[in-house]
């Protein structure tokens, strides 16, 4: 018995905490600034200015090129899977790989935004969602 209330209290943590970020994803504001090809037949470069409220994360995700985040005002915490966590403020820049699952957090005390410049293969989608990252 103590062993099913364990196992209904754990799922219905992860529940939660999956609706949770779900709803915190779609408070995430995108604003699409350039969308341009490159002269590499199967590049492109999109810029996007990503505006977080107060508290709100991103769930762990990857995209197929390139990133580089630009913060333009708030605090943001970024997590890697298996590393420890990275925190930018305004006026900071981070560099993420082709294919590298990471999350990002409004951490800071208001609003935070950050302009993402992604180098992309054409004709995929721009993000792929995945699983969390088990904790460190």
Do not use: C, W
């Amino acid at each position: 018995m103590k062993a099913i209330l364990l196992i209904s209290a754990t799922a219905l943590l992860v529940g939660s905490s999956l609706l949770h970020a779900a709803q915190s994803h779609s408070e995430v504001k995108r604003t699409d600034l350039v969308r341009q090809d490159l002269d590499a037949a199967d590049r492109e470069v999109i810029q996007v200015r990503v505006d977080f409220p107060h508290g709100v994360a991103f769930p762990p995700h990857s995209h197929p090129g390139v990133e580089i985040a630009y913060v333009i005002e708030g605090e943001f915490e970024y997590q890697f899977k298996g590393q420890p966590p990275v925190t930018l403020k305004a006026g900071d820049s981070l560099f993420i790989p082709a294919g590298t699952i990471h999350s990002a957090r409004n951490i800071g005390d208001g609003n935070a935004s950050e302009l993402a410049t992604y180098i992309v293969e054409k004709g995929k989608p721009l993000l792929k969602l995945n699983e969390p990252a088990p904790a460190n």
